[in-house]
């Protein structure tokens, strides 16, 4: 995983309570975003780093141990580039 991430165009969302929903309807698969992994969402309008995302939310969270959000990071960034709701350029 390498590179900058960016959003698919085409790609719709919606907020619901506490989550967000994400639709591709190239290929008709929906992901539900818990609050950090929609902040990430909301992170990747302009393409981005993963040290770039792993920043922000630290900025965010303040206090919260890196090593982790990177690994959370990465793990959402992969679950997105399955469903090809996000692309690595």
Do not use: H
């Not at 309570?17 to 539900?32: A, G």
């Not at 929609?38 to 770039?52: C, H, K, N, S, Y």
């Amino acid at each position: 995983m390498a590179g900058q991430f960016t959003r698919v165009t085409g790609v719709e969302m919606a907020p619901m309570k506490d989550e967000t929903v994400l639709f591709n309807p190239n290929n008709r698969k929906f992901c539900v975003l818990n609050v950090t992994a929609a902040m990430i969402w909301g992170i990747l309008a302009q393409p981005r780093t993963v040290d770039e995302i792993v920043a922000s939310v630290c900025e965010r969270y303040q206090g919260v141990d890196a090593g982790r959000v990177e690994q959370d990071v990465r793990k959402t960034l992969d679950e997105l580039l399955t469903i090809e709701c996000v692309a690595d350029s």
